[in-house]
């Protein structure tokens, strides 16, 4: 069965720094790749998607953009964070039907 | 477009007791629909998968049903126990424009088993 790791669990970061949260998946092959946020006390936001190497799909205009360099990497990045990037960023997997999540990464944005 | 909504809010009962949480959706045409379980601060557990041929799941304590054509599904918790206290989730698989699959979520219910 599959594992996705993120790492960071965890992160503060100033405002205008950089990001970079990355998920990597084990036990599977060109899976279905999905970041999503979930903000305090609010439900799932689909931020981006991948159906394989170098294909990124967007959900929302915002200020996080997404890569896929390998078939089981997936990383959200940002040149410049904003306070209204904190939240817990989720990366899901989708090897057949059913949908698997990692443990999340909290970031805090000062 | 698509929405999920889940009934209700939060819920607080006694240890033993039988209850159901609620989702709804707007659009019939889903792949399937899925439960989940988030504790605090940790990632989704899938609970449930039900395909949208299909009209419920089992697994130990829970069984999950789907009505397509009403938009509906229930998540039925047999005896809950304290260990059940969590947030649980349903999300929608849907088509995207590009012809892959996203998952639509609910914004959740918050359950609280008292001992």
């Known amino acids: 069965s599959q594992t996705i790791h993120q790492w960071p669990a965890t992160l503060v970061q100033p405002v205008g720094s950089p990001l970079s949260l990355e998920c990597t998946v084990e036990?599977?092959?060109?899976?279905?790749l999905y970041w999503y946020r979930q903000a305090a006390g609010r439900g799932l936001q689909l931020l981006f998607y991948?159906?394989?190497?170098?294909?990124i799909s967007s959900e929302v205009p915002q200020n996080l953009s997404a890569s896929r360099p390998q078939d089981r990497q997936f990383i959200l990045s940002s040149k410049k964070l904003l306070l209204s990037d904190s939240g817990f960023y989720l990366c899901?997997?989708?090897?057949?039907?059913?949908?698997?999540f990692g443990e999340g990464s909290r970031l805090t944005v000062l | 477009k698509q929405e999920v909504t889940q009934i209700p809010a939060a819920l607080s009962v006694p240890e033993g007791e039988n209850l159901v949480l609620n989702c709804s959706f707007t659009?019939?045409?889903?792949?399937?629909l899925q439960w989940f379980r988030q504790d605090p601060g940790k990632g989704l557990t899938s609970l449930l998968l039900?395909?949208?041929?299909?009209r419920e799941q089992t697994s130990g304590r829970l069984n999950a049903s789907l009505d397509k054509s009403s938009g509906r599904s229930t998540l039925y918790i047999a005896a809950s126990q304290p260990g059940d206290s969590a947030t649980y989730l349903c999300?929608?698989?849907?088509?995207?424009?590009?012809?892959?699959?996203?998952?639509?979520f609910g914004t959740g219910t918050r359950l609280k088993v008292l001992a």
């Open positions: 899901a997997c989708l090897p057949g039907w059913e949908l698997f």
């Open positions: 036990g599977t092959s060109n899976p279905n």
């Open positions: 991948s159906v394989g190497i170098g294909q």
């Open positions: 659009d019939s045409a889903i792949y399937n």
């Open positions: 039900i395909q949208s041929s299909q």
């Open positions: 999300a929608v698989r849907a088509s995207t424009t590009s012809g892959t699959y996203k998952y639509i």
